[in-house]
């Protein structure tokens, strides 16, 4: 499975942002998929994931009503959905994808992105 992400960029403290995560290669629709994030200078961390459905979904505490994630499986595409920006918020975000099951565990993700920068100005 190969990902690319996209719709990231600078954005004011409050504003919105809509990342997408297009797959390519294999059923999309077989696999779980989650969004991670990494600031400068700290670790990889888990924002949100999706079941191969879209029926369930899981967030991160400091992500919780602000970061909506949706997938359209005929798009092979899943989607963040970014409202009420903080600047604790800038980070590079990668999409990834592992079959069945989603997780909030980096390790149990077999396939990621490259990554897209989102800047967050107070």
């Known amino acids: 499975v190969q990902l690319v992400e996209s719709g990231g960029g600078l954005v004011q403290a409050g504003g919105s942002l809509n990342l997408s995560c297009t797959a390519s290669?294999?059923?999309?629709?077989?696999?779980?998929m989650g969004w991670f994030r990494q600031a400068p200078g700290k670790e990889r961390e888990f924002v949100a994931a999706?079941?191969?459905?879209?029926?369930?979904?899981y967030y991160a505490d400091s992500v919780k009503s602000r970061l909506t994630i949706s997938r359209v499986n005929a798009e092979n595409t899943v989607y963040l959905q970014m409202n009420a920006l903080k600047p604790e918020d800038a980070a590079v975000y990668y999409c990834?994808?592992?079959?069945?099951?989603?997780?909030?565990?980096?390790?149990?993700?077999?396939?990621w992105g490259k990554g897209n920068q989102v800047t967050v100005s107070s």
């Open positions: 990834a994808a592992r079959p069945t099951r989603w997780s909030t565990r980096i390790a149990d993700y077999d396939y």
């Open positions: 290669g294999r059923t999309f629709s077989n696999f779980g």
């Open positions: 999706i079941s191969w459905s879209g029926g369930s979904t």
